[in-house]
């Protein structure tokens, strides 16, 4: 069955509380529309733990630099309405930016710890500030117990659900394993940006990541196997924002030698597109 549009934060309310009173529990998955394979593991991840699932489509402008893709960004309602509606997404809020900023919006949530991890932060300085303000926003806005997100945003799941937890909002946030193409590129709107080489030389990232892995599970230090996944990059024509191994829950660098549980996480760019990817060892 089709999903109903609202575009309002009334018209949400207004579902959303006639579910409550049917009893029923909600997740929620945020996106910023475009959707792929990756969005809809989403879905289905909230129709597991939720009785009605709620997939909000905003580009977020608060999110994006000055020099970034915003006004690029795909958008295809049309077609994310049809795969939403394949997936049994219940209700799909899309509101405009005067509806999510208007009013003299004049507040930002302050985020650290794995905020400022010298990752994505360091290289999209208002990045984390946008998404934390809007995914507050829409947690309120739908009260949802569950909120689903991608590992693939690996930094974003870390911020999003120390967020939640710090400032005490009830809602459960899940984090769901990167979908990727058969080639093991992971899914992402932005690879529509990629022309047919470039969408070619785009699986040398997750390539050079599990290359790493296999090289720290078998006693090589972390950060050297970084620097040479780095370099091999770098050496195929990307340039590279970090490729890093971290801990996996505080995104610290890790000590030498320690034990705890590592990500490794890349960000680099192919021509005129930044991809970023991550996996665990
Ligand atoms: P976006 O629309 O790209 O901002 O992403 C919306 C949500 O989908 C975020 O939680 C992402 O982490 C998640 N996501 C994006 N790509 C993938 C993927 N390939 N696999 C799993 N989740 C994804």
């Known amino acids: 069955m089709k999903p109903k549009i609202v575009r309002t934060i009334e018209g949400l309310r207004r579902e959303t509380a006639k579910w409550r009173k049917d009893g029923h529990s909600i997740a929620i998955v945020p996106t910023m529309g475009a959707l792929h394979e990756g969005h809809l593991t989403l879905v289905a991840e909230g129709l597991e733990h939720a009785d009605r699932v709620l997939v909000t489509i905003f580009v977020n402008a608060k999110q994006f630099g000055a020099n970034e893709d915003l006004s690029r960004y795909p958008r295809d309602e049309t077609g994310d309405v049809a795969k939403l509606a394949a997936a049994g997404a219940h209700l799909i809020f899309a509101p405009k930016a005067e509806e999510m900023y208007g009013n003299n919006f004049a507040t930002a949530v302050v985020l650290k710890g794995p905020a400022k991890a010298n990752l994505e932060d360091k290289f999209r300085p208002h990045f ?60 992402s709107s932005r690879n529509q940006y990629l022309t047919k080489t470039e969408r070619h030389q785009a699986t040398a990232i997750h390539k050079s990541l599990n290359q790493a892995a296999e090289k720290i599970r078998n006693g090589t230090d972390p950060q050297k196997a970084m620097r040479a996944a780095s370099r091999s990059l770098t050496t195929l024509g990307f340039k590279v924002d970090y490729v890093t191994a971290r801990n996996a829950e505080t995104l610290d660098v890790p000590l030498p030698r320690s034990k705890e549980p590592l990500r490794l996480l890349a960000a680099a760019w192919i021509g005129k597109t930044r991809l970023i990817d991550n996996i665990e060892v």
Request: overall charge negative; aromatic content about 8%; glycine content about 8%.
């Open 128 to 187: 984390f500030d946008g998404v934390a303000t809007v995914v507050a926003k829409l947690f309120i806005q739908s009260g949802a117990d569950f909120a689903i997100f991608g590992q693939k945003d690996y930094q974003q799941l870390q911020v999003v659900t120390r967020m939640a937890r710090d400032l005490d909002i009830p809602i459960e946030v899940i984090g769901m394993p990167t979908v990727r193409a058969p080639d093991g590129l992971a899914l």
